[in-house]
């Protein structure tokens, strides 16, 4: 019986450390093996981030697996992939869906599944919209991601996502190629209240 009650605790332990570290997560549920800038944007746990990084530097997949973990370890919340176009927001939903049926642990987790939605049996969910005001409008989410932000209309994450975001205290994360300074994501960029990578 001892020994039974160790074996508990030290699961408890495991699954507190995988819940609480999305870089350990990332490796150890999702086979992902991240680099050291990897592991800071994983690890920080800001309201507000902003990634501008150029093409081909691995941003899609950390801002995918930092989506999964938060999905997964924060049940009964709504996680939104936005960007300009429904094809661009496509492509970092299909990285996260890459992530969630790559491995054998959160297949059998998933609940429904449609061609821009993956909900969990603990309520959570991820969903990929384009960035039109109608379509965002009535939603709450508790994370919401922005590809492609220098492409996305200011007045979109202003008076759309910033009040959705207000009602659970969640977080936004913007991430672009660069692409000129009159954008709500230069402003971001150069704002000293977001956590920035480049």
């Keep these: 019986m001892g020994r039974g009650l160790e074996l508990e605790e030290g699961l408890e332990e495991k699954l507190r450390r995988l819940r609480d570290d999305p870089v350990l997560f990332a490796e150890a549920v999702l086979g992902f093996k991240s680099f050291p800038y990897q592991e800071r944007l994983l690890r920080d746990p800001s309201k507000r981030i902003v990634s501008c990084m150029g ?22 919340t709504t996680t939104l992939i936005v960007a300009p176009s429904r094809r661009q927001s496509m492509i970092m939903f299909d990285r996260i869906l890459s992530f969630i049926y790559g491995n054998e642990f959160l297949p059998p987790c998933v609940v429904r599944r449609t061609r821009t939605l993956v909900e969990f049996d603990q309520g959570s969910r991820i969903i990929a919209l384009p960035c039109s005001r109608n379509l965002l409008r009535g939603f709450t989410a508790s994370l ?32 672009s190629t660069p692409w000129g300074r009159d954008n709500v994501f230069y402003r971001a960029f150069v704002n000293p209240d977001y956590s920035v990578y480049n």
Excluded: C, N, W
């Design 144 to 175: 919401v991601i922005v590809d492609e932000a220098a492409f996305v209309p200011e007045d979109v994450i202003t008076q759309v996502i910033f009040p959705m975001l207000a009602t659970t205290g969640g977080a936004m994360i913007m991430l």
């Design 55 to 76: 093409r081909q530097t691995g941003k899609t997949s950390t801002i995918a697996v930092k989506a999964v973990h938060f999905a997964a370890t924060h049940p009964g």
